[in-house]
T-cell receptor, first 110, second 112 residues
Framework: TQLLEQSPQFLSIQEGENLTVYCNSSSVFSSLQWYRQEPGEGPVLLVTVVTGGEVKKLKRLTFQFGDARKDSSLHITAAQPGDTGLYLCAGSSGNTPLVFGKGTRLSVIA | NAGVTQTPKFRVLKTGQSMTLLCAQD?????MYWYRQDPGMGLRLIHYSVGEGTTAKGEVPDGYNVSRLKKQNFLLGLESAAPSQTSVYFC???????????FGPGTRLTVL
């Protein structure tokens, strides 16, 4: 069974601070997705990374896929209250269903 | 273009009652999924479908049944609800297995 471990589970920071959340596995994934979920809504895709070592940027968010395609990180620069939410990573291997991590709940305080 | 819709949004059941949750998508997606989300447990896959007329078990299928009679609809049934099935249920669809999943807004179910 493939598992994705996310850390930290909870993170509360002040506006303007930087942060990194991690998504780790002992399994290799062909691609990895990051989603953000706001209260009362379904998750929404932020990015998909498919190549080992790949780095993608989305405004103040930087996503990296590990060289061995077993882990990923999400770095947020100068966090804002609008970044508050649950961040989920999800791994794909072939055509099997996505495997989701348990999420990192981020709270950015103004 | 509504995307993925779920009906109902909220429901309260008594133990032993039955109900059906409806998921509909208008994106012509082949794959559809039912998840449950509980605090600290993330999203857990209940059942999924890779096309009209097909269904498959996910990680936590016990106590649930599904049907995909039409490509755009995926139904989740609880035959005899139990308090352990109190959760938020999300439906999702995608054009292929590893592609982006589009989620519905969720159904909050409480079983007393």
């Amino acid at each position: 069974t493939q598992l994705l471990e996310q850390s930290p589970q909870f993170l509360s920071i002040q506006e303007g601070e930087n942060l990194t959340v991690y998504c780790n596995s002992s399994s290799v994934f062909s691609s990895l997705q990051w989603y953000r979920q706001e209260p009362g809504e379904g998750p929404v895709l932020l990015v998909t990374v498919v190549t080992g070592g790949e780095v993608k940027k989305l405004k103040r968010l930087t996503f990296q896929f590990g060289d061995a395609r077993k882990d990923s990180s999400l770095h947020i620069t100068a966090a804002q209250p609008g970044d508050t939410g649950l961040y989920l990573c999800a791994g794909s291997s072939g055509n099997t269903p996505l495997v989701f991590g348990k999420g990192t709940r981020l709270s950015v305080i103004a | 273009n509504a995307g993925v819709t779920q009906t109902p949004k909220f429901r309260v059941l008594k133990t032993g009652q039955s109900m059906t949750l409806l998921c509909a998508q208008d994106m012509n997606h082949e794959y559809m999924y039912w998840y449950r989300q509980d605090p600290g447990m993330g999203l857990r896959l209940i059942h999924y479908s890779v096309g009209e007329g097909t269904t498959a078990k996910g990680e936590v299928p016990d106590g649930y049944n599904v049907s995909r009679l039409k490509k755009q609809n995926f139904l989740l049934g609880l035959e005899s609800a139990a308090p352990s099935q109190t959760s938020v249920y999300f439906c999702a669809s995608t054009r292929s297995g590893p592609a982006e999943q589009f989620f519905g807004p969720g159904t909050r179910l409480t079983v007393l």
